[in-house]
Protein backbone atom coordinates (compact mmCIF):
# COMPACT_ATOMS: atom_id res chain seq x y z
CA UNK A 1 0.00 0.00 0.00
CA UNK A 2 1.17 3.24 -0.81
CA UNK A 3 1.98 6.12 1.89
CA UNK A 4 0.10 9.13 0.66
CA UNK A 5 -3.06 9.32 -1.65
CA UNK A 6 -4.94 11.93 -3.43
CA UNK A 7 -8.79 12.49 -2.04
CA UNK A 8 -11.13 15.68 -2.19
CA UNK A 9 -10.76 17.35 1.79
CA UNK A 10 -13.86 18.62 3.35
CA UNK A 11 -12.25 20.93 5.04
CA UNK A 12 -9.58 22.22 2.13
CA UNK A 13 -13.01 21.66 -0.48
CA UNK A 14 -10.03 21.09 -2.52
CA UNK A 15 -8.32 17.63 -3.43
CA UNK A 16 -5.33 17.14 -1.63
CA UNK A 17 -2.98 14.74 -0.63
CA UNK A 18 -3.72 12.12 2.07
CA UNK A 19 -0.62 10.45 4.05
CA UNK A 20 -0.71 7.23 5.50
CA UNK A 21 -0.59 8.39 9.65
CA UNK A 22 -1.14 4.56 10.96
CA UNK A 23 -2.19 1.10 10.12
CA UNK A 24 -3.06 -2.63 11.21
CA UNK A 25 -4.04 -5.79 10.46
CA UNK A 26 -8.24 -6.45 11.96
CA UNK A 27 -10.36 -9.19 11.32
CA UNK A 28 -12.02 -7.16 8.37
CA UNK A 29 -9.12 -6.27 6.32
CA UNK A 30 -6.50 -3.60 7.11
CA UNK A 31 -7.39 -0.19 9.12
CA UNK A 32 -5.54 2.69 7.52
CA UNK A 33 -5.65 6.26 9.06
CA UNK A 34 -5.44 9.49 6.33
CA UNK A 35 -4.66 12.64 7.48
CA UNK A 36 -4.41 16.27 5.29
CA UNK A 37 -1.08 17.38 4.86
CA UNK A 38 -2.61 20.63 4.74
CA UNK A 39 -5.03 21.30 7.54
CA UNK A 40 -4.66 17.56 8.92
CA UNK A 41 -8.59 17.07 8.56
CA UNK A 42 -8.42 12.78 9.22
CA UNK A 43 -10.14 9.50 7.69
CA UNK A 44 -9.84 5.95 8.57
CA UNK A 45 -10.71 2.89 6.29
CA UNK A 46 -10.93 -0.70 6.85
CA UNK A 47 -10.52 -2.79 3.34
CA UNK A 48 -12.65 -0.92 1.07
CA UNK A 49 -14.65 1.14 3.98
CA UNK A 50 -13.92 4.52 4.33
CA UNK A 51 -15.42 7.35 7.07
CA UNK A 52 -14.34 9.91 4.68
CA UNK A 53 -17.59 12.04 4.33
CA UNK A 54 -17.39 14.83 1.23
Same mark, same amino acid.
Given at each position: ??? #???????????????????? @? $? =???? #???????????????????? @? $? =???
Amino acid at each position: MSL #ETEQHCPECETGQTFYRTAS @T $T =LHLG #EKTKWACADCGYAFASVGDI @T $T =LSA
